[in-house]
């Protein structure tokens, strides 16, 4: 981060705003003296609460679906900078209602980057997934499609116009419809914790990780760059066991097997992306293919170092003991209120 604050007196649009990213940005874009923030979303009711308890005159709330060009135009107008995270994210619904996720996470996005470009956005950031990354379910599809979207808008606009970014990043840990908040709802019930497969892996990511990787992004992002947020990971038995540690529970681990579209692991970034990347850290920024259609202006020799690679997956990145998930839990809001409810605090 820099000392320059390109928010100040600026207007800014979230899409999807009333979510649990839409919650933390607001928290960071409290103290950079934003001119508005617009909390675009189709559910009313989630604004209207978020509306009360806000109470801040700044914020303006937006009824409206990605879907419909003519909401998203009404809520683009004189904005500055755009954070799209309106989705629909839920592995299974998605692979039931297929055509759904196409609707809100394909055409949606189309009409976010075209409205924003149209409007003269100065910058768009897009939220991404590790399912965009050898997808297997139509929700990872849809995002992968997504990012597919605004790289090629980006490849268009090479010499000026509004900058268009994409962040992807694994599994935000007890955001909502997330499994540690149906884990803590199953032990307060006494009912067995559902396991999927003992040995799957998955990201762990704090959401306020995820909220640094986008102004990551933001701050630093070129025409059509892809930001990847390196996480640790652990199995789902050692994630449910570290919750009966904090919780002191005894209740059984039911295994249920695989969901529909559910795979034994996940990928952040593949080999061929990693060949090309920047490692910047924390963070690898994966730079757009800016080639065009005549592939015989070019001529690409064999990278000898592309074969050493591998991708970087759940499975291969740092792995989390018990102890050690049970410490990165206790670095949630949401785990440590319901511990203190729990009487465990």
Wanted: glycine share 6%; with cysteine; proline share 4%.
């Amino acid at each position: 981060m820099t000392d320059h604050n390109p928010f100040a007196n600026s207007t800014v649009l979230i899409t999807g705003g009333t979510g649990s990213f839409g919650h933390e940005f607001l928290d960071y874009l409290k103290s950079r003296d934003c001119r508005e923030v617009r909390i675009f979303s189709r559910d009313e009711l989630k604004q209207e609460l978020m509306r009360v308890a806000l109470a801040d005159p700044k914020i303006k709330f937006y009824i409206g679906d990605v879907r419909d060009r003519d909401s998203v135009d009404n809520a683009m107008r004189s904005v500055d900078y755009v954070f799209h995270a309106a989705a629909l994210k839920q592995v299974p619904s998605c692979e039931f209602f297929p055509m759904q996720a196409v609707l809100t996470n394909v055409t949606g996005s189309h009409n976010v980057i075209e409205s924003a470009m149209a409007h003269g956005v100065q910058r768009l950031v897009c939220l991404s997934t590790d399912k965009a990354v050898y997808p297997v379910n139509a929700m990872g599809m849809t995002k992968a499609l997504m990012e597919k979207v605004t790289q090629a808008a980006a490849r268009a606009r090479l010499k000026g116009g509004t900058l268009l970014s994409s962040v992807r990043y694994g599994n935000v840990m007890a955001s909502r419809g997330s499994v540690i908040p149906l884990f803590v709802k199953q032990m307060r019930e006494g009912k067995p914790l559902t396991v999927t497969v003992p040995v799957m892996t998955r990201f762990l990511l704090p959401l306020p990780l995820a909220i640094e990787l986008v102004a990551f992004a933001f701050n630093h992002g070129q025409q059509g760059d892809l930001f990847v947020r390196k996480a640790p990971a652990c199995t789902v038995a050692d994630l449910a066991q570290a919750l009966k540690n904090l919780f002191h529970s005894d209740v059984p681990i039911q295994v249920i097997g695989m969901r529909h579209g559910e795979k034994i692991y996940e990928t952040l970034a593949t080999r061929e992306e990693l060949a090309k990347a920047e490692d910047m850290g924390d963070y690898y920024r994966v730079p757009m293919d800016d080639r065009d259609l005549n592939y015989s202006k070019y001529f690409t020799e064999g990278d000898t170092n592309e074969s050493s690679l591998e991708d970087y997956t759940s499975h291969n990145t740092e792995q989390l003991d018990v102890a050690a998930v049970e410490t990165l839990m206790l670095t949630l809001p949401e785990v440590r209120e319901a511990l203190q409810a729990a009487g465990y605090a």
